[in-house]
């Protein structure tokens, strides 16, 4: 409890001097205080090299605790995490203790610092061949770790590695390895390795050896995999359907995804058959785990019922609700009920919804009386039986049950015309007062189409004309409709209605649909009445209830993702995926303003005789684009503020788009208050970078997000010292919580203007009349693999104001010289060597502004690094 | 796989917080915690999405046991694995899974955290063998590296739940046959559904590496055998699921049931029976409703099982609605009276013999209030335990043990049938 104290003034520096302590216990003592800081959000990251001086310890209760908070601090330290990296090669090294290895290998991998995993290879490479067991299982889980900072490291070697470590002796390596390889596959969008027969039966001999994450793992691997001939897949299927009786329920769903898969390989109705009768009971039995894991099980079974409807024909009592389930069991259920309810069961499912229909819970309540409308529109010979039940519903005068049963009637009305209007008597009896507005429109629906037989249809609809102007336009609409089938089956009662209500619609309603409707319905009537009559009653398409269905492919793929988080929203993977969504809504906010800006001046006209072969220009060069630049966090919520107010938290990169510097930011506001009164400064600075514009931000809500783009201009005051690597700019904001100051770093390609590009002659005289201890050269070996030719990379760094000069082809590549000029109009040249095929890129630049040259070659590799 | 674990009390604080991908960051997840937990609107959904990020949780003693993941991730075995999390913690901290248990261990748990789940895939969760090498907080002082060394590759290796030094003085297996009785019955007195989800838990301590054989009155096994007693067929089981010692090959080839035990205590198997259930009670309740300032009750409870067997504990719950005043009931047997926090008129009755009946019989006054809503007449619902008696039939046939040093292990077995869901709508 002591640990979790509030905290005190000094806290850090009294932390500090106990870290350096000389007493074991007194040193532990204190990183654990460290820790349970970090836990309760506190920043301790000013900690880092006291901590780490703890990491040569043999106490290996010590060495995890530190182990765990260069975890947790590395990323926003990375040049200090670099000085933990010898402690971890040799403790990757300890001859004596695997836990030891292990634990280095296992805590590198998740310092996701892009920097430390060129070190973390080897390491790694000697530890997937360790001998013992638990080193290799944590060393194949590190693999995927490192793909997910750096793909490009893993491609080759280490994927092979892992195919290999496929035949391992131990069946948790194996697992584990299996589990690397899907993670890689879902980073990567395709398989990682090639699965072939022999891999699958060295995998599946490894099933029943490891532990039951290891097969969930291992069946969650098989479903990716497509069996050659019909004698595979009976025999994986043979091999898998022992699972079944696992009592974990994640091992159970995904070997239920596994067979339901490869049975449609196989042509054996026996083999078939018997498999659905072993899959029912193990479905069922899934309802009885705890409560949320029976809510996966039914999404689970419900997909498994729509694939083989025979599994689970036999018992819908399973299914019944009991009093104390949670609602979204509850709901769940009443899906698969009446998934499942034929002409057979309608009776005892009837009786069970109308049950469900008197409890309390009005969310319930409400689905159940749809679901008794769903079956009737399903079972065309049971609709008497549904009908008798909502009206006994509806003669409990509960209004919310009423309202409900309305709606559903004029469904039933729908899908079976002329057979039940005997029963709107009753609905007029119980009817208290309509408040949903759906409620509402179903009703006028029904008054339109049978105002023939209502006696009072006329004297009805006119009272819910009175207030017309004040109801929703579903309402409106509907009544609108109504109104004018009312007056072509009764013109003399209602010929003042209408035209009342086409005047008020069409002069003062604000919503142009309606305006639309009262206009075509006013021509229609006043041209051809009779015309009107054949439009207006013409015949309406039939309803069914296709809420369930889902389309056959996408069912299929669902059934693939068995128990992923898919099944639970019944969409395709990809829409569940965040990070591939981000970069997808990035891309396209991005092409969004490219498209602002080409309509918005005279470059349109350039485009158009540029591209006048394509003439939508919308393929046209996308290596043309200027490199966006990603959002850095610059303040986190957890930072306080002048007055120690915290819950802001701030995006920002500096862009440029267009010709112009752009400040892309996102405000977030996690503190419980509205923030308002925005305003914000720039600290003076080298490249005289300031706001063109005040910052206009409306007032954030709590939780809420803005982005806004604010224009930057280069004319502010400069500031005399030179420049720093990279750039930093000084930010202050102030709003209605507290005053904030923070740093955001700007990338030097920014600053360089359209008119960098220089005639060979003046290229020629700057780069002779620079002395060469103003040199730099760099050699750039992190090259994204989507330049794979010399041209794209002067593409890449042509559109992004870095021009081409001269150039001459060599044997071994390419040697070009490239001129730039940033806003103060100062000069960087550059040459730029380029091997054949590309693998590395050595740039060496001369300037007559030395400070300049590093900012230059941090902005070159930022470009090639990343795609365009 | 998921990308942050968390510890959340009831008011969405946060006691325990262990990242493991950047893709979900703090304060993405601090939206959880007052949006959903703090704002109690947790208990609706077990899987919310908010803002690209999908929360998966559980609660247990309030304690809300949070997975948050960015992909596609498989939720079964996420929402498992934060069962069994549980569980491990538990098994550490003597039983106590609460606030202050946390807060107190919280660096144990972290270690812990680190060994369980690796990148967001679960590992190492059998807690016998995490206790031989997991030992912060002082459980055991020190281990030499050669220990370590045996323990990690028994933790790896094909019995990862079992280590092969165990000794025990006195060699002994203890068999519970656990049923838990699921019935639903209409207020018409049908009985809607009725299922046995039984459960055996054994206490193995037995030393070395003990080869196990257990065998029950399976229909589908005792046809195979053929050695079974004439007359006796067994019963029919729906579906089996059993601990991951069994070999889930064998039992699926011929039925038979093999295993090395873990040490201690353990839930070999659970299964499920829908056919041929005994119920162990009659209730015939009658709650009927005058003119909305009266309630008049009766319920008559019969044993169905044999003279020779007790039930104990039985507790019947009547509801009555909320703005019950004055009560007058009368019971034969037990203490039967109003319980308001219940919302309830709770009949307990000690020990309740087989094939006798009984009777309560009242009425409950209801005070006049402002608000119409109806009464939802929840079910009536009854507890109870029956030792010596289950609802399914089944029966241990035996339990063979193997072992080189050939001890002959004492061996217990007890059967018990418990109410689990027993509602009858009224």
Redesign the interface.
């Known amino acids: 409890m002591a640990y979790f104290a509030s905290t005190r003034r000094g806290e850090i520096a009294e932390l500090q001097e106990e870290l350096n302590s000389n007493k074991p216990d007194r040193k532990k003592e204190a990183v654990k205080k460290v820790i349970a800081a970090m836990t309760v959000g506190k920043d301790v990251s000013s900690l880092f090299p006291h901590v780490i001086k703890s990491m040569e310890t043999t106490n290996i209760d010590l060495k995890k605790l530190v182990y765990l908070y260069i975890i947790n601090y590395a990323k926003t330290q990375p040049d200090l995490a670099i000085l933990a990296v010898n402690s971890f090669r040799k403790d990757a090294r300890n001859p004596s203790n695997p836990l030891i290895r292990a634990l280095a290998v296992r805590t590198m991998g998740c310092i996701r610092v892009e920097k430390i995993t060129e070190y973390l290879c080897e390491p790694l490479k000697d530890a997937l061949g360790d001998d013992d067991p638990y080193v290799r299982k944590t060393a194949a889980i590190c693999v995927a770790k490192l793909y997910d900072i750096s793909p490009y490291l893993v491609e080759d070697d280490f994927l092979q590695i892992l195919d290999g470590l496929l035949s391992d002796g131990n069946a948790m390596v194996v697992a584990n390895t299996v589990a690397a390889l899907l993670e890689i596959t879902d980073m990567k969008g395709k398989p990682a390795i090639r699965l072939n027969s022999n891999s699958i039966s060295r995998i599946l001999a490894a099933l029943p050896e490891c532990t039951e994450w290891g097969q969930v793992s291992i069946l969650d691997y098989l479903v990716t995999y497509t069996p050659i001939d019909i004698p595979e897949a009976e025999s994986i299927i043979e091999r898998v359907v022992p699972r079944l009786a696992h009592s974990n329920a994640a091992v159970v769903i995904s070997t239920v995804k596994v067979l339901m898969k490869y049975m449609d390989f196989v042509t054996n109705s026996e083999l078939i058959r018997s498999l659905c009768r072993k899959l029912g009971p193990i479905l069922v039995s899934l309802l009885g785990a705890e409560n949320e894991m029976q809510y996966v099980a039914l999404k689970c079974i419900n997909l498994v019922v729509q694939k083989r409807g025979n599994i689970l024909d036999r018992d819908i009592r399973v299914f019944f609700c009991k009093y104390n389930d949670p609602i979204y069991v509850k709901l769940e259920k009443l899906e698969i009920m009446v998934q499942l309810s034929d002409l057979k069961n309608i009776d005892q499912v009837l009786y069970e919804l109308k049950e469900y229909a008197t409890e309390v819970d009005v969310e319930f309540v409400r689905k159940s009386v749809r679901a008794i409308g769903r079956c009737a529109i399903k079972l065309e010979r049971a609709v008497d039986r549904c009908i008798s039940c909502l009206l006994d519903l509806i003669s409990l005068k509960v209004n919310f049950v009423v309202q409900e049963a309305v709606i559903v009637i004029r469904d039933i009305f729908r899908k079976y015309p002329n057979r039940y209007e005997m029963i709107i008597k009753n609905l007029f009896e119980n009817l208290e007062n309509l408040d949903d507005p759906e409620a509402k429109a179903s009703m006028i629906w029904i008054l339109g189409e049978y105002s023939d037989r209502i006696d009072d249809a006329t004297a009805q609809i006119a009272h819910f004309i009175e207030t017309y102007m004040d109801e929703p336009p579903q309402v409106q609409l509907q009544l609108l409709t109504a109104t004018v089938k009312l007056f072509l089956k009764k013109p003399d009662e209602s010929e003042g209605l209408i035209t009342d209500l086409l005047k008020q619609s069409t002069e003062s309603a604000s919503n142009p649909d309606l305006r639309d409707r009262a206009y075509i319905y006013w021509r229609l009537l006043s041209s051809d009445p009779e015309a009107a009559k054949d439009i207006i009653f013409g015949e309406k398409p039939t309803i069914s209830d296709d809420t369930l269905a889902l389309d056959a492919t996408l069912l299929d793929r669902l059934i693939e993702d068995l128990g992923r988080l898919s099944t639970i929203y019944r969409k395709p993977a990809e829409a569940i995926t965040n990070k591939k969504r981000e970069r997808q809504i990035e891309k396209q906010e991005y092409e969004e303003e490219v498209l602002e800006y080409d309509s918005s001046g005279q470059r349109i006209g350039e485009a158009v005789a540029t591209y006048s072969g394509d003439l939508l220009g919308i393929d046209a060069e996308p290596s043309k684009r200027f490199a966006r630049i990603p959002l850095q966090n610059v303040l986190n919520a957890q930072t306080p503020g002048v007055n120690g107010n915290m819950g802001l938290s701030i995006d920002m990169a500096f862009q440029r788009i267009n010709g112009e510097i752009l400040l892309d930011c996102r405000f977030t506001n996690s503190s419980q208050a509205l923030l308002s009164d925005w305003a914000m400064q720039f600290n003076v600075n080298h490249f005289g970078l300031a706001m063109g514009e005040a910052l206009a931000l409306p007032d954030l809500h709590p939780g809420a997000s803005k982005n806004t783009k604010i224009s930057i201009v280069t004319t502010g005051k400069p500031d005399s010292n030179p420049p720093g690597v990279p750039i930093i700019i000084q930010i202050a904001i102030k709003c209605s919580l507290d005053i904030y100051y923070f740093q955001i770093p700007c990338m030097y390609t920014v600053l360089l203007s359209e008119s960098g590009l220089l005639s060979k002659e003046e290229f020629k005289q700057t780069w002779t009349g620079v002395s060469d201890p103003s040199e730099f050269t760099h050699t750039l070996q992190a090259i994204d693999p989507s330049y794979s030719t010399y041209q794209l990379i002067q593409d890449r760094l042509e559109a992004n104001h870095i021009f081409f000069v001269a150039g001459k082809s060599t044997e071994t590549g390419q040697v070009s010289y490239f001129s730039t000029k940033n806003s103060k109009d100062q000069v960087v040249l550059c040459e730029i060597r380029v091997s054949n095929p590309v693998s590395a890129v050595q740039v060496t630049c001369k300037t007559p502004h030395p400070a300049l040259a590093p900012l230059f070659i941090q902005g070159i590799n930022f470009l090639l690094s990343t795609a365009s | ?1 998921a990308s942050a674990l968390l510890f959340l009390n009831s008011r969405g604080e ?4 262990r ?5 979900v ?3 993405e997840v ?2 959880f915690c ?2 959903v937990v703090a704002a109690k609107e947790a ?5 919310v ?1 908010l803002n ?3 929360y ?3 609660v247990q003693n309030n304690i809300f046991v949070v997975a948050a ?9 996420i ?3 934060l ?1 069994k999390a549980v569980e491990v913690f538990k098994a550490y901290f003597n039983g106590e899974f609460d606030e ?1 248990a946390i ?2 261990n ?2 144990l748990i ?2 812990l955290l ?1 060994e369980i789940m ?2 967001g ?6 807690t016998e063998v995490l206790k031989q ?1 997991i ?2 907080g002082g459980l055991r002082k020190s281990i030499r ?1 050669d220990q ?2 045996g323990a ?2 028994q ?4 019995t ?1 739940w079992r280590p092969d030094n165990i000794r025990h003085k006195n060699n002994e297996v203890y068999i519970d046959v656990i049923e838990s009785l699921h019935v ?1 019955v ?1 207020s018409q007195g049908t009985v ?2 009725s ?1 046995v ?1 039984g459960q055996i838990m054994v206490k193995s301590q037995l030393s070395f590496m003990p080869e196990c054989k257990f065998g029950m009155n399976d229909k589908l096994a005792m046809a195979g055998d053929g050695n079974s007693v004439l007359g006796d067929k067994g019963i029919a089981i ?7 010692c ?4 064998k ?2 080839r011929d039925r038979s049931i093999t295993f090395i035990p873990p040490d201690g205590v353990f ?1 070999l ?2 299964y ?1 029976v ?1 056919e041929n259930v005994n119920l162990p009670f009659k209730l015939i309740p009658i709650v009927h409703e005058y003119d909305k300032n009266k309630i008049e009750i009766s319920l008559k409870i019969k044993a169905l099982f044999e003279r020779n067997v007790f039930a104990s504990n039985v507790v019947i719950k009547i509801p009555v609605p909320k703005n019950s005043g004055k009560t007058n009931i009368y019971a034969v047997t037990g203490k039967a009276r109003l319980e308001p926090e219940q919302g309830a008129v709770v009949w307990r009755i000690r020990r309740f013999p087989g094939d006798s009946e009984y009777t309560l019989r009242g009425s409950v006054n209801l005070v006049p209030t402002t608000s119409d ?2 009464w ?4 009536v619902t009854i507890d109870f335990q029956v030792p010596m008696f289950t609802s399914s039939g089944l029966r241990v046939r035996f339990l063979r043990v193997i072992e080189k040093s050939n001890y002959k292990p004492t061996k217990w077995i007890r059967y018990i049938t418990k109410a689990g ?1 027993y ?1 009858h ?1 009224i």
């Open positions: 796989m946060v006691l325990i917080y990242s493991y991908r950047d893709d960051s703090r304060t601090s939206q007052t949006q208990s609706e959904q077990p899987i999405y690209g990020v999908h998966i949780h559980t993941a960015a992909s596609n991730i498989n939720v079964a075995m929402l498992q694995f069962y202050n807060k107190k919280y660096v972290y270690e680190d690796d990148f895939l679960p590992q190492l969760t059998e090498f030992t912060q590296d370590i060394q990690l590759i933790a790896t290796g094909i990862s639903l209409s809607l559904r299922e989800q729906d579906d089996i699921k059993f601990h991951q069994v070999r889930l090959g039992f699926d839930e198997m659970t499920r829908t809503k109806p939802s007449r929840p079910p869901s509602q709508r």
